[in-house]
């Protein structure tokens, strides 16, 4: 099984949640900050017209697959990866392996709305997990300064950070060298469980990215 996969001109990983975990187990002993990231369809399409997200994706230490579209778009029929990556299965190794390992973390959201849904998310679902801190970039005035130094007081091992792109790929390149963590875990949208129209809204959006997707997948391969 190929362990990078091309799409629209950019390498994503492709490793199964054992091998990514092997890597992760790597990061917490690192002694400068690893950078993961869940890639979606909208962060692909992002990054056809941004230049920032593309530089963000391709230099990112772990890139995560968040949609089976996108294994499929690149033509890996895996049934484990596929199972994966439908089931968001990293991301809970991911989260039991910090709690495993004592490691406190980081929460990071543009509005406090979004911040405090997060944590009531990783708490409600993961007693055990250690929240050190957590900010809101309209909290600061997006000034990211004053984010940088309220995530280091914090003495975190991991940032999740739930940042729209290409916010978040603005913080993290203007920032990655100042952040005071083990790892930077980017998390897609869709890291918790949605209601039934939420769900709705959510299968939409993904209808319309998979088929602008495929779209400049044929443009792509065409030129």
């Known amino acids: 099984m190929l362990k990078k996969i091309?799409?629209?001109g950019i390498e994503v990983d492709n490793y199964t949640v054992r091998e990514a975990m092997m890597q992760v187990e790597n990061y917490l002993d690192n002694t400068i900050m690893n950078t993961i990231e869940t890639i979606d369809m909208k962060m692909l399409e992002?990054?056809?017209q941004d230049e920032t997200v593309r530089a963000c994706?391709?230099?990112?230490?772990?890139a995560v697959i968040g949609e089976k579209e996108i294994l499929i778009a690149a033509d890996v029929h895996s049934s484990q990866r596929l199972s994966e990556t439908i089931n968001h299965d990293f991301f809970r190794e991911f989260i039991?392996?910090?709690i495993r390992n004592h490691k406190r973390v980081f929460l990071l959201a543009e509005t406090i709305a979004?911040?405090?849904q997060l944590e009531h998310f990783l708490v409600g679902k993961y007693e055990q997990i250690e929240v050190a801190g957590h900010c809101a970039i309209e909290e600061k005035s997006n000034d990211f300064e004053s984010v940088v130094n309220e995530i280091n007081s914090a003495s975190a091992d991991v940032i999740f950070s739930i940042l729209p792109s290409p916010l978040q790929e603005q913080f993290l390149t203007e920032n990655k060298s100042k952040l005071d963590a083990k790892i930077w875990y980017g998390l897609s949208s869709d890291y918790a469980p949605r209601s039934r129209i939420s769900r709705i809204s959510q299968i939409a959006g993904r209808l319309i990215h998979k088929k602008?997707?495929?779209s400049k997948l044929h443009k792509y391969n065409k030129d």
């Open 96 to 98: 039991k392996r910090i």
């Open 114 to 116: 979004q911040e405090e």
């Open 46 to 48: 992002l990054a056809g």
């Open 6 to 8: 091309d799409i629209l």
């Open 212 to 214: 602008k997707l495929q």
């Open 57 to 62: 994706i391709e230099q990112l230490d772990l």
